[in-house]
C-alpha cells in the first residue's frame, strides 16, 4: 500500500494497527534472471531500475548482512552536481535530476533537502579554479553562483572570515544541492524493488562466482548456491574479494574514510559547507547534530573504524573553520569502508565473463550517485550497452591511459585521491 | 597506530608517509607490456587480512620500509628496511 499523509494521519487514528513490514523476506529460489551482490545503495538501485525501466523482475539482491548496513548507511549525506569533467559531469547531473524526483518515483521520504553546498574559496588562485568549475557546471545545465566574502557571510554568519591562514575570499554556491536521509534511501529503493517483484535476501553471502566456457553461471552462497543468468558485482569497499571469486585483480585499494556527529543543537547553519583546503566538510541533520568529516585515514584498511590522527586533523580543522561549535560535544565517529579507483572515478562496466558486471571505484562520493550508477549499471545489464551518462566509466582506461577521470588533477595513482 | 621502523624503533603513524602496496617494490623492465605495467601501477590484490605495505619515515630517519600488518585489526606484524627487501 502507497504511503501519503491521509495515511499517516488514519494509521494514527487506528493506533498504527495498519502498518505492515515494508519488504517481504523471501528464501532463494534456485534460479534469477539478474543476481546483483551487494544490497547498498548501488545494488538496490539497480534493482529497482531494472524492474522499472526494464521491466526484468526476476531479480534477486543478496546481501550479507542487512540492507543498507554498508557505506550507504554511513556517509555523511551530501548530494550534489559539481563536478568539472566530461564524464562525471554528465553522469552527476543525470543524477541529481533523479534525486529531485525521487521521492515522488519512490513513493518514500527520503528527506531530500536542497539546502545548497558550498565551497569556500580562500586565494585568488583557488577562486579562478572555482570560477571555471562553475562555468562547468552551467555549461553542463546545472547551477553555480560565484559568491563574495559578503556574500557568504550573510549565508554562513559561524565561520572565522579572518582566520590568518585561511581567510575567506568568497565561495562557489550550488543551489540544487544538498542532503538526503542516507537509511532512507535505502530503505525506499528496498520497499520499491521489492513492491516491482525483486527479492530482497539478507543474510545471504556470496562466496563463490560460477563460470563455465566464459560465462557466469550463478553464485555460492552461505545459503546455498543460486543460478543467475547474468550477475552484477556491487559490493563497494569489498570489491577485490568478490571480484577475486571471478579470477580478477581490480585498479582498487579499500581505505578507511570517518565521520562525526555532534549533539543536537538548534538550527545554526542550513547549507553544507566545505572547506577544502583544510579538507574538511560539515553540515547540520534535520534532527540538529552537526555532521561532519575529512580526508581518507590514508592506509589500505578493512577496519572499519578510524584513527586517531585523522580524527584530531578533522577537529582542528572544524575550530580552524568554526570555532564556535567547539563548544558542542562529539557525539559519535564511525568508518566506511571505500573503493578507492586510481583516478578516484567509478567503473560501471562488462567484464571478460560474458554476464558478469562490475561497479565499483566510488571512493568517498558514491551517494549522491545511487540514483544514476543504478540506473545505468541497470541498463547495461539490460541492453548490454553503456548508458550515455556514464559511458566513460570504462574498466580498461587504467591499463590504456585513455579517458582517465582525474577530477583532482592529481594524478592517476592510488595513493592520491 | 604505530610502526616498527628498524632504526628508529616504534614510531607513531603520523612521522610516515604511506606509499601503497609493496607490489611497487617490483617494477616492469621498461619495454614490458601494457598488462605488465598495469599490474605494477594499478591493479591490487587488496587483501582484508595481512598486507605488506610501503612506508617512508618522513619526519624521523627517512628510510623507506615495507610493513606486514593486518588490514582488518590494523595489528603490525614486522617490518624492514626495503634495502633488505630480496627483489
Ligand atoms: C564516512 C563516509 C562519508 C561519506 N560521505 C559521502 C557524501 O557526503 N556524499 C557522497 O556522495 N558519498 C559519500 N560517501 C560515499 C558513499 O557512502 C559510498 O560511495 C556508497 O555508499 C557506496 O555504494 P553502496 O551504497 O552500494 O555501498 P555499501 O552500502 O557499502 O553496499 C555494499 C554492500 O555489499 C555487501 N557485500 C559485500 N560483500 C558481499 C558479499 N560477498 N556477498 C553479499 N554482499 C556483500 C556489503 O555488506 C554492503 O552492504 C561517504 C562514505 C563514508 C564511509
Ligand atoms: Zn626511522
Known amino acids: 500500500m502507497g504511503y501519503s499523509g491521509f495515511r499517516v494521519i488514519r494509521e494514527g487514528l487506528r493506533r498504527r494497527t495498519g502498518w505492515t513490514p515494508v519488504w517481504r523476506d523471501p528464501a532463494p529460489q534456485s534460479e534469477y534472471d539478474v543476481v546483483i551482490i551487494g544490497g547498498g545503495g548501488h545494488g538496490l538501485s539497480t534493482a529497482y531500475y531494472l524492474a522499472k525501466e526494464h521491466g526484468i523482475t526476476n531479480v534477486a539482491v543478496l546481501e550479507k548482512g542487512y540492507l543498507g548496513g554498508g557505506n550507504v548507511g554511513r556517509n555523511t549525506t551530501i548530494v550534489r552536481a559539481n563536478y568539472l569533467l566530461p564524464g562525471n ?22 528527506m531530500m533537502s536542497q539546502r545548497g ?8 588562485g583557488q577562486r579562478d579554479a572555482f570560477v571555471r568549475r562553475g562555468n562547468m557546471m552551467i555549461s553542463q545545465g546545472d547551477d553555480a553562483e560565484l559568491l563574495d566574502r559578503e556574500g557568504v557571510r550573510a549565508l554562513v554568519p559561524l565561520i572565522d572570515f579572518d582566520n590568518p591562514r585561511f581567510p575567506v575570499y568568497g565561495g562557489l554556491l550550488h543551489r540544487r544541492g544538498g542532503t538526503a536521509r542516507h537509511d532512507a534511501v535505502a530503505w525506499g529503493y528496498a520497499r ?13 553471502e556470496v562466496t563463490g562466482i560460477d563460470i563455465e566456457g566464459g560465462a ?43 565521520a562525526f556527529v555532534s549533539e543536537g543543537l538548534k538550527p545554526i547553519l542550513d547549507t553544507v559547507v566545505s572547506f577544502g583546503m583544510g579538507h574538511f566538510y560539515i553540515s547540520q541533520s534535520d534532527k540538529g547534530g552537526l555532521v561532519f568529516g575529512g580526508d581518507l585515514d590514508f592506509y589500505a584498511s578493512y577496519a572499519g573504524r578510524g584513527n586517531l590522527p585523522m580524527a584530531e586533523h578533522v577537529m582542528e580543522a572544524a575550530m580552524t573553520l568554526m570555532p564556535a561549535i567547539g563548544k558542542a560535544r562529539v ?24 554476464g558478469l558486471f562490475l561497479n565499483c571505484g566510488w571512493c568517498y562520493g558514491g551517494f549522491k550517485a545511487v540514483p544514476a550508477s543504478g540506473f545505468a549499471t541497470a541498463h547495461l545489464i539490460a541492453t548490454g550497452q553503456p548508458h550515455a551518462p556514464a559511458a566513460r566509466f570504462r574498466l580498461d582506461r587504467f591499463r590504456t591511459g585513455r579517458g582517465l577521470l582525474d577530477e583532482e588533477g592529481t594524478g592517476s595513482q592510488h595513493n592520491l585521491h | ?67 606486514t600488518r593486518n588490514t582488518l585489526t590494523h595489528e603490525v606484524l614486522g617490518a624492514e628496511l626495503i634495502e633488505g627487501v630480496p627483489a
Open chain 1, 89 to 110: 559531469s554528465e553522469f552527476y547531473s543525470h543524477s541529481l535530476k533523479l534525486w529531485e524526483g525521487m521521492e515522488q518515483d519512490l513513493n518514500y521520504n527520503t
Open chain 1, 117 to 124: 553546498v558550498l565551497s569556500l574559496v580562500h586565494s585568488d
Open chain 1, 192 to 204: 520499491a524493488a521489492d513492491r516491482r517483484g525483486v527479492d530482497l535476501i539478507q543474510n545471504c
Open chain 1, 216 to 258: 557466469v553461471r550463478g553464485v555460492q552462497t552461505t545459503r546455498g548456491p543460486i543460478r543467475a543468468k547474468k550477475v552484477a558485482i556491487v559490493v563497494a569497499g569489498r570489491s577485490s574479494q568478490v571480484a577475486a571469486m571471478a579470477g580478477m585483480r581490480l585498479p582498487i585499494e579499500s581505505h578507511v574514510l570517518q
Open chain 1, 331 to 354: 557525539l559519535r565517529s564511525w568508518g566506511g569502508i571505500m573503493d578507492m579507483s586510481p583516478d578516484g572515478s567509478p567503473i560501471i562496466d562488462t567484464t571478460d565473463t560474458a
Open chain 2, 1 to 67: 597506530m604505530r610502526l616498527p621502523c628498524p632504526l628508529c624503533g616504534d614510531r607513531d603513524r603520523r612521522e610516515f608517509y604511506y606509499q601503497g602496496a609493496a607490489v611497487t617494490l617490483n617494477r616492469p623492465a621498461p619495454e614490458a607490456d601494457a598488462d605488465a605495467w598495469d599490474a605494477y601501477l594499478h591493479l591490487r590484490d587488496n587483501p582484508a587480512g595481512e598486507t605488506r605495505d610501503l612506508w617512508y619515515h618522513e619526519a624521523g630517519c627517512g628510510a623507506w620500509i615495507m610493513v
